[in-house]
């Protein structure tokens, strides 16, 4: 099965400007994730949705950064603007859903976007 | 709250010696236990799970027991190998929820 894609690999930005970072996840993965992952630090949840509803997004930046998910399947995240500590790794991560015994599901994650904030 | 320790690294071994990357957590309830592991350049990917008191997961020559009475998830592997060398996360999985509590990981070296 092909895996998680995520767009762009790498981005780098002024402080100030604004990013997008699009993600699509394994087919008939109904729980989608984004974490922030700073250097020499272990991933912090952004946003979870399941299917196309937000289920926790209580550690995103509301101010500045935003995602959805279209239809379920795809999602993008923004920055508007961005700020010097915004360069991290964005990672994108699925998992399924069948019944309620999966919270032992696995994440399959991406390779994630590098974003420098100059 | 919820939280999850390892331990520090990088952590340096030669080709063939025993890793041991400890990991301990505090969590309500049960659990699920995860280790993930960052090659250079890439996201992270499952290594070994377990899911309940006592198991072990096993994957690959790592192995981790579940040790609820200590609240543990030690990672071992008896002869590790140079294309080992990557960043290990520990992460428990909140009982009842999809929120995984990852820890800052320890990064191993291995030395040909």
């Known amino acids: 099965e092909a895996g998680v894609a995520q767009s762009p690999r790498y981005k780098i930005i002024e402080k100030r400007q604004s990013v997008a970072f699009w993600c699509n996840p394994i087919?008939?993965?109904?729980?989608l994730y984004w974490y922030q992952q700073i250097l020499g630090q272990g991933p912090k949840l952004l946003i979870q949705?399941?299917?196309?509803?937000?289920?926790?997004d209580s550690q995103l930046p509301k101010d500045r950064f935003s995602a959805e998910r279209l239809k379920g399947v795809d999602s993008t995240l923004k920055i508007q603007p961005a700020k010097l500590e915004d360069s991290a790794v964005y990672l994108c991560?699925?998992?399924?859903?069948?019944?309620?015994?999966?919270?032992?599901?696995?994440?399959?994650f991406g390779n994630g976007t590098r974003l420098t904030v100059t | 709250g919820d939280s999850v320790t390892q331990m520090e690294g990088p952590v340096t071994l030669s080709e063939e010696a025993f890793l041991t990357i400890n990991c301990t957590y505090t969590?309500?309830?049960?659990?699920?236990l995860f280790w993930y592991v960052q090659y250079p350049g890439e996201g992270l990917q499952l290594l070994l799970k377990?899911?309940?008191?006592?198991d072990k997961g096993s994957n690959k020559g790592f192995e981790a027991t579940y040790r609820k009475e200590t609240t543990s998830f030690h990672l071992e592997k008896g002869s590790v190998q140079v294309s080992d060398s990557a960043v290990y996360f520990c992460?428990?999985?909140?009982?009842?929820?999809?929120?995984?509590?990852f820890g800052t990981g320890t990064r191993l070296k291995v030395l040909a």
């Open positions: 991560a699925s998992s399924s859903k069948r019944d309620t015994s999966s919270y032992n599901s696995p994440l399959h």
């Open positions: 087919s008939g993965h109904a729980t």
């Open positions: 949705f399941q299917n196309n509803g937000v289920v926790d």
């Open positions: 969590a309500t309830g049960y659990p699920s």
């Open positions: 377990a899911t309940k008191a006592d």
């Open positions: 992460a428990p999985v909140k009982s009842g929820t999809y929120k995984y509590i």
